[in-house]
């Protein structure tokens, strides 16, 4: 059914609020099982945009979206969708909207029908995967950035998806829990995509970068020689790059 | 915002059961509103703050919470025994205060002082999550529930909002005095307010689908009634009931 493990698939997505450019435009994506896609671009250049329509929280004016090989049109299709993907916001305080951390890890198994105790075990374990244990109890609203969005993690992933949509997820995180964030991608077993500005992150997290730009995909493989200015440590001394001298 | 100052100091009225509370509490404002009679309404008054000192809430902040209530009430004393119609009491001026009207203010004074001290000694020593999960146990209709929740959840991130805002006019030289200028910048304020936190239940809502959210919220907690919430219910069920019966025997 899935085609070569296609999972995501669309094709000429058109998108836009009355009297302004379109935010999308003839977009076309493929995303196969196993990627771990990074995906850049200036802001305004539809990557939101594009996660909201796969989710099915936005309609598309124009296109076609498939999804594990089925095409998705009506909000009865994109609660399956729901289901296997998850996103996780740009906000943690949109994501979190429970009191207590517990209630909010357990909200999406709760609605994908498991019981009480069912739910309760798989928060507590998902919280204890991502090195939260102890947190159940915790109130929402006075947990760190940081913390608030681990946790905003862990009610995606309570849902046990099998691929995730990330937005941002540096953004406004220090770098200790930057690195714990590479950590635990790097340690999940879920195909994703991965929407950053912050290049290292990427490089780290994902194991190809995506470009958007002007609400498109840009498939620009032809390599351009170009010079730009770096920054690192012994900087001032005269120094080479990338060139071994012979010996 | 919020700051839930009376809660968690452990003894016996805090620990009951926030259902007990919060019936106990109902159904005290509601005969202590409707009474009629002074002896009823200070036997009421008498027992909110016997209660109060039971639970060994700190004094001060007790009065500091009574304080902006008692403000309105300040208010009503200032219009009422001069708008009452009946038995002239004094005169100030041209106006005539009448024994009824006094008489009418003073009541409202102890009824509603009455239900704010129970008000607090009961519901506010519980932390708002434990009563809006109690709500929902006692069959409050779920949208009122949720309303509770979610208005908890939020604002505090509103009222971060409104910081950031108001710290944004600061450092571009905002000092507020009594011009146009003020109460534009103050309806822009508000306004802004408004927009934002209507986009961010937008999202919030996108969100929950997001996670498979079909109209229903659950509720994880449980509760259980120990024999000390059994004795205080029918305790304070019998002493309400008393001052409802001294009410009924006047009317006879």
């Given at each position: 059914m899935d085609k070569n493990g296609l999972i995501i698939d669309l094709e000429d997505i058109c998108f836009g609020y009355p009297?302004?450019?379109?935010?999308?435009?003839?977009l076309s994506l493929l995303f196969f099982e196993g990627e771990r896609m990074g995906l850049m671009g200036s802001n305004g250049s539809g990557k939101t945009t594009m996660f909201h329509i796969i989710m099915g929280l936005l309609k598309p004016s124009a296109g076609r979206i498939e999804v594990f090989g089925r095409p998705v049109k009506k909000e009865k299709d994109f609660r399956d969708v729901r289901k296997r993907i998850g996103l996780l916001f740009q906000d943690a305080d949109d994501q979190l909207f429970c009191p207590t951390v517990l209630e909010d890890v357990a909200f999406g198994p709760l609605n994908l029908g498991k019981s009480q105790d069912e739910a309760k075990a798989i928060a507590g374990r998902t919280l204890e995967s991502l090195g939260l244990a102890g947190f159940q109890d915790r109130i929402t609203h006075k947990l760190s950035g940081g913390e608030k969005k681990l946790v905003s993690l862990a009610t995606v992933l309570a849902m046990e998806p099998e691929v995730l949509l990330l937005d941002e997820?540096?953004?406004?995180?220090d770098d200790a829990t930057e690195k714990r964030l590479v950590e635990i991608l790097r340690g999940l077993d879920i195909s994703y995509i991965l929407v950053s500005h912050d290049m290292e992150f990427l490089r780290e997290a994902t194991t190809g970068i995506t470009c958007m730009s002007n609400g498109t995909i840009v498939l620009d493989d032809e390599r351009i020689p170009h010079t730009h200015i770096h920054v690192h440590e012994y900087g001032r001394y005269v120094h080479d790059h990338g060139r071994k001298w012979p010996a | 915002m919020l700051e839930e100052e009376f809660v968690s100091n452990g003894c016996l009225i805090h620990r009951l059961d926030p259902r007990v509370k919060i019936v106990v509490v109902f159904l005290f404002s509601v005969f202590v509103a409707v009474s009629n009679r002074f002896v009823i309404m200070l036997a009421a008054l008498a027992l909110g703050l016997s209660i109060v000192l039971l639970s060994r809430l700190p004094i001060k902040q007790l009065v500091r919470r009574l304080v902006p209530a008692n403000m309105f009430i300040l208010f009503l004393w200032l219009f009422l025994p001069f708008t009452f119609v009946g038995e002239p009491l004094f005169s100030a001026g041209p106006l005539v205060a009448t024994h009824e009207g006094v008489l009418c203010a003073a009541q409202i004074s102890i009824k509603s002082n009455a239900i704010m001290v129970m008000l607090i000694a009961?519901?506010?020593?519980?932390?708002i999550l434990t009563l809006g999960h109690a709500m929902h146990e006692l069959r409050v209709p779920k949208k009122i529930v949720h309303l509770f929740f979610f208005t908890y959840r939020y604002i505090h991130v509103i009222h971060r909002e409104y910081l950031r805002l108001v710290s944004a006019m600061k450092v571009r030289g905002f000092r507020p005095g009594t011009n146009m200028h003020t109460y534009k910048t103050y309806a822009y304020l508000v306004g802004m307010l408004l927009v934002r936190s209507s986009d961010r239940a937008e999202r919030v809502l996108n969100a929950m689908l997001c996670r498979g959210f079909r109209g229903n919220l659950y509720s994880l907690s449980a509760f259980s009634l120990k024999p000390h919430d059994v004795i205080s219910l029918v305790l304070m069920l019998a002493l309400i009931l008393a001052l409802g019966v001294l009410e009924w025997t006047k009317m006879a």
């Open positions: 009297g302004r450019p379109r935010v999308l435009d003839k997820p540096t953004t406004g995180l | 009961l519901v506010t020593s519980t932390p």
